[in-house]
Structure formats: structure tokens, C-alpha cells
């Protein structure tokens, strides 16, 4: 089957980013943005723009019918993620496929279970220095999005039809055949440089000089390998240098989620990075001090708001 209908819900950096190069290819009426009424009558008054231009998005309560997607993207934060699933019941039929461009390395296992885990591919987005301020999305780097199948070494014909699909979309992604390594690599990358440029109120470009919040940055990195270990992902010094080096190719001026977040005095998605961390760290018997020290500060920063 050719993928030619696509739904996404979740409008933060993300959902706008996607959404807005989907529609430069798609008939706007095969591009489907899934929000509650609330939320489409906000964006229809004051419009959303991604670098300067206007999105004309068309927008689908999740109560109205339709012929399902081919396509369904996750853009959600992790926080929304339980009602997001309820939400898209009526987006998903038999051969539908589903992509989660959340952090972290749980919201697949939760998808699959609600529509069953062979319609969902494993995916992460990386390489986007995308800032959302307001109704405005601005960045430099759009980067890509990564995705495959559970079992390693396979790329099975749904990858493929997807890959297909983002050809003809001009969209920039890696069919990877080992996507639970590199989930684990992305959440390295956000445990580490999430977190230190919250609690140093800093940019990209801080970070990626030398210098104490980058010291922070790498020793959270270096628990999550310890922690990788012990599940068998095994994570590498190669790994590690990776991704140090997907990060230095972002805006200096950008900054992550977490930084957005807590400059909007929103709450992070701190449980899911040194949350998950901790957690993991006790399960193994492993010190996770850096990781201890960012949550604590993290959660300081929340109790404000």
C-alpha cells in the first residue's frame, strides 16, 4: 500500500516542524493536525508560523469521522501522550502505521499496546534546533527523523513504505536497523544536554564549548551508558562522540525543550530523562549522582512555577 493520507497530533516545535514541510507536498485535505476544538479555534484566530511563514493547517477534532490515516505521527509531550492515544482511536484502522517522535524510550510500548505493536515503527527525532516561542517556530536545522523496525537487522515493508513516502515528501530520514540503540543514543543526548543547559540557562552554542555545564552535560551522558549496559544496548565511547557531534551542528542560539519549558514555566519532561535514569540506576544497583543532582535542581526550578 502506498502511503498518501497523514495525521499528526501534537502541535509544539515538533508537530509544527513536520507538519509544515508535509504540507508543502501534501492536498491539504491529506494532512489531518488532531486537537480539541479549544486548541483549533486558538490556532485558526491567531494562525501559526513556522520561520515567518503561515501554516494553512487543516484541523480535525478527534470525534470526527473519517477514513483513516496510512500515516500517524506522535507529536505530542510525553505528558499528553495518555489522552494523545485515546484521541487518535479514530485515526487508526487496519493498515495504519505510527511514528512517536517523543523523547525517551517507553511511548512506542505504550502506543502498541493500545493499537497493537506491529502497526508502530520505532522512531527518533534528532539533529533540530527548532525553538517555539508562542505561535512562532523558528530554526536553522530542521534535522531528520530515524526510524525502523523492533527487530534489529530487519527492514521490514511497512520501513520501507515509509521511506518511500518521505522520498516523495523530500523529507530527511535514516532507516536504521538497530532503533533500540539508537534510542538509547538520543536519550543519552537529552539526559545530558537537556538537563545542563535547564539548569545553566543556557544556550547550544555554551554548551558546546568547553567548560563546567559541558562537563555536567557528558557525565550525565556517561551514566546513561553505564545504565545501557546493564540492559544490552551497550553503548560506546563511538556513541558518545556521535552524538556530541549531532549536537555541535545545532544553532548556538537554539536551545531544547527542557529550556522551553522552563522559561514558559511549563513542567519539564524531567522524569522522563533523570527520572528514567534513577529509576534504571536503582533497578541495577549503579550510582547515578549527576543525574540525582539535575533532577533535584530540575524539580526546585517546577516548584516555583
Known amino acids: 500500500m502506498v502511503i498518501r493520507t497523514v495525521s499528526i497530533i501534537g502541535l509544539g516545535a515538533l508537530g509544527i516542524l513536520f507538519a509544515s514541510q508535509l504540507a508543502k507536498s501534501l492536498p491539504q485535505s491529506d494532512l489531518r493536525i488532531l486537537a480539541d476544538q479549544v486548541r483549533i479555534d486558538n490556532y485558526k484566530k491567531n494562525g501559526l508560523y513556522s ?8 484541523y480535525m477534532a478527534p470525534e470526527e469521522k473519517s477514513p483513516t490515516a496510512d500515516l500517524l505521527i506522535f507529536a505530542v509531550k510525553y505528558s499528553g501522550l495518555e489522552d494523545a492515544i485515546k484521541a487518535v482511536k479514530n485515526q487508526v484502522g487496519e493498515n495504519t502505521i505510527i511514528l512517536s517522535a517523543l523523547n525517551g524510550i517507553t511511548s512506542e510500548a505504550m502506543i502498541g499496546q493500545a493499537y497493537g505493536q506491529d502497526k508502530v515503527l520505532y522512531c527518533v527525532a534528532q539533529g533540530m534546533d527548532a525553538v517555539k ?36 515528501m523530500n523529507l530527511p530520514y535514516i532507516v536504521d536497523a538497530d532503533m533500540l540503540k ?124
Not at 505561535?135 to 527487530?151: D, H, K, P, Q, V
Not at 537487522?153 to 522520498?167: E, Q, Y
Not at 529550556?259 to 519539564?268: N, T
Open 133 to 168: 516561542e508562542g505561535n512562532r517556530l523558528t530554526y536553522a536545522n530542521r534535522g531528520l527523523l530515524c526510524f525502523g523496525g523492533r527487530e534489529t537487522g530487519v527492514i521490514s515493508p511497512k520501513v520501507k513504505r515509509v521511506a518511500d513516502f518521505f522520498d516523495k
Open 182 to 305: 539508537r534510542q538509547w543514543g538520543k536519550l543519552m543526548l537529552n539526559v545530558g544536554v537537556n538537563q545542563a543547559v535547564a539548569v545553566y540557562g543556557i544556550n547550544y552554542g555554551v554548551i558546546q564549548r568547553e567548560g563546567q555545564a559541558r562537563d555536567t552535560m557528558i557525565a550525565a551522558m556517561r551514566e546513561v551508558m553505564l545504565l545501557s549496559e546493564e540492559e544490552g544496548i551497550n553503548l560506546s565511547e563511538d556513541d558518545l562522540n556521535y552524538w556530541l557531534e549531532v549536537l555541535g551542528q545545532l544553532s548556538p542560539e537554539g536551545k531544547p525543550s527542557m529550556r522551553q519549558d522552563i522559561e514558559a514555566r511549563r513542567y519539564s519532561e524531567v522524569d522522563l530523562f533523570a527520572g528514567t535514569v534513577l529509576e534504571l540506576g536503582k533497578r541495577h544497583g549503579i550510582a547515578t549522582p549527576v543525574n540525582q543532582e539535575l533532577y533535584a535542581q530540575i524539580k526546585a526550578m517546577e516548584a516555583n512555577f
Open 51 to 58: 520561520n515567518g511563514e503561515l501554516c494553512e493547517f487543516h
